[in-house]
């Protein structure tokens, strides 16, 4: 269920904003495509060269809420799930990301900007598996 009084379209269309202007940045002035995991498995499986703007990349996901933090109220999180079962939706979503040979960041937001049409597919897929799996958890399973 939507939670209509912290319904924000605006703040999320300047993030959605942001996250396009990265992606592309990345791309256009360093030939680089903004998916998390192939960014986190080349800092896994360095090259000379390569691990600056990955690390700058990582430390900007990181240090950004921080940031926020200064100048906002960070929303309070709740997660409905036990530590097992977030355990075992981790290690599927790695799992998934190596099938499918990257993650939603870099097939949604940068694939689909390309016209690629492998990421088109890989993101339907994603979106569904995730439909699947929260109809199943909700009510099917009732975790």
């Avoid at 990349?57 to 921080?66: K, N």
């Avoid at 390309?114 to 009732?142: C, D, E, K, P, Q």
Wanted: proline share 3%; aromatic share 8%; net charge positive.
């Amino acid at each position: 269920m939507i939670d209509w009084a912290s319904f924000t379209p605006g703040s999320a269309l300047v993030g959605g904003l942001l996250i396009g202007i990265a992606a592309a940045l990345l791309v256009l002035l360093n030939g680089r495509i903004a998916g998390i995991s192939g960014i986190v498995g080349g800092l896994l499986r360095p090259s000379s060269g390569d691990i600056s703007w990955r690390a700058a990349f990582l430390a900007g996901l990181i240090g950004a809420p921080l940031v926020y933090t200064a100048f906002a109220k960070f929303p309070a999180v709740r997660i409905d799930a036990g530590y097992p079962l977030l355990i075992v939706a981790g290690l599927l979503v790695g799992v998934g990301t190596r099938y499918a040979g990257g993650c939603t960041s870099g097939h949604g937001v940068c694939g689909i900007s390309r016209l690629s049409l492998r990421s088109l597919f890989a993101t339907l897929a994603f979106m569904a598996a995730g439909v699947v799996a929260v109809s199943l958890m909700r009510h099917v399973i009732n975790a």
